[in-house]
């Protein structure tokens, strides 16, 4: 296993999972649900840098491996589902969106392990849409998270839960994608 910087952020991203979610367990009495949405938000966003970031230096720095390409989506899938299934508990999102959002990684990332077997993992490369699905996302898991207004007198569950169904969508949509371009590799003869 190569350790590098952007290896060492994509486990860190990983370690903050149990911290993220802790916070939320932490006493009310002490811990008051503002400072817990807080804290919550910016160990989220931290999250979320470090895994643009570890991907940016592992192809400026040729670190790439094998590894850190397995590793990187199953630590944001692990984040993502940590955070939504966290916000239905805290009923700031629909369990729906929740099943929606998770189900589709596990059919991707299924789909991209198969087709990797097959050779054809470049066939089911991140996609422009992909990229769309999880900025949306990752703007509408950290409003909901923070809760509390950013600006005066705008609603930001609001703006995020109109950021979730987006990502629902968005969702739904790179999906299909996904799936219609693997079904082309078995048209061509896999």
């Keep these: 296993m190569p350790f590098n910087l952007p290896i060492l952020l ?10 993220f979610v802790g916070v939320f367990s932490l006493p009310q009495a002490e811990y008051p649900l503002a400072w817990q949405n807080m804290v919550g938000a910016g160990l989220f966003l931290l999250a979320a840098v470090t895994d643009w970031f570890d991907g940016f230096l592992a192809r400026r720095w040729n670190q790439t491996s094998q590894f850190g390409a397995f590793l990187d989506p199953v630590a944001d899938k692990l984040m993502v589902a940590a955070a939504l299934i966290l916000l239905v508990e805290l009923d700031r999102t629909a369990s729906w969106l929740a099943v929606v959002i998770i189900g589709r990684e596990i059919t991707i990332s299924a789909l991209r392990e198969w087709m990797a077997q097959l050779g054809k993992s470049k066939s089911v490369a991140v996609s422009l849409i992909g ?17 509390e ?8 569950h609001l703006i995020g839960t109109a950021a979730m169904y987006i990502a629902a969508v ?10 219609r371009v693997a079904a082309e590799q078995f048209k061509e003869g896999v």
């Design 10 to 19: 994509t486990w860190l991203r990983v370690a903050l999972i149990p911290v």
């Design 131 to 147: 990229k769309l699905k999880t900025t949306a996302q990752m703007v509408a898991i950290f409003l909901l998270v923070w809760a």
């Design 149 to 156: 207004p950013i600006i005066p007198g705008v609603s930001t």
């Design 170 to 179: 968005l969702t739904i949509w790179s999906m299909f994608y996904y799936l």
